[in-house]
């Protein structure tokens, strides 16, 4: 089992930062790859950012946040950050931290319990 405990959601402005942290604890040592998921009222889940440690420490982004989000890595308190910049009102939605284990041919998905984070406009 993971455990995954975040951090830093919040009320700000628009055009105003935030930071997300997420430690991981429990069985990690096989975690291939961390990230961050939103998910708005009435909407689906979506990607927002996400580490691959199997392939390099690849990063993928959502197209919407790129150039304004920032995820990162910290190995030694095996914690992952989502530095976000420029927010917006469309940003709005409790952020879910995410880790995947290879099981089998699939990965399997651990959650943390979310966090909100709201843009005023």
């Known amino acids: 089992q993971v455990q995954l405990v975040e951090s830093g959601g919040g009320l700000v402005q628009a055009g105003g930062s935030l930071r997300l942290s997420c430690a991981a604890s429990g069985s990690i040592f096989s975690i291939s790859a961390m990230g961050w998921y939103r998910q708005a009222p009435g909407k689906q889940r979506e990607l927002v950012a996400q580490?691959?440690?199997?392939?390099?420490?690849?990063?993928n982004y959502a197209d919407s946040v790129k150039g304004r989000f920032t995820i990162s890595r910290d190995s030694a308190k095996n914690t992952v950050y989502l530095q976000m910049n420029s927010l917006k009102p469309e940003d709005t939605a409790v952020y879910y931290c995410?880790?995947?284990?290879?099981?089998?041919?699939?990965?399997?998905?651990?959650w943390g319990q979310g966090t909100q984070v709201t843009v005023s406009s």
């Open positions: 995410n880790a995947q284990k290879p099981l089998g041919h699939y990965e399997y998905d651990y």
């Open positions: 580490i691959n440690f199997t392939r390099g420490g690849s990063i």
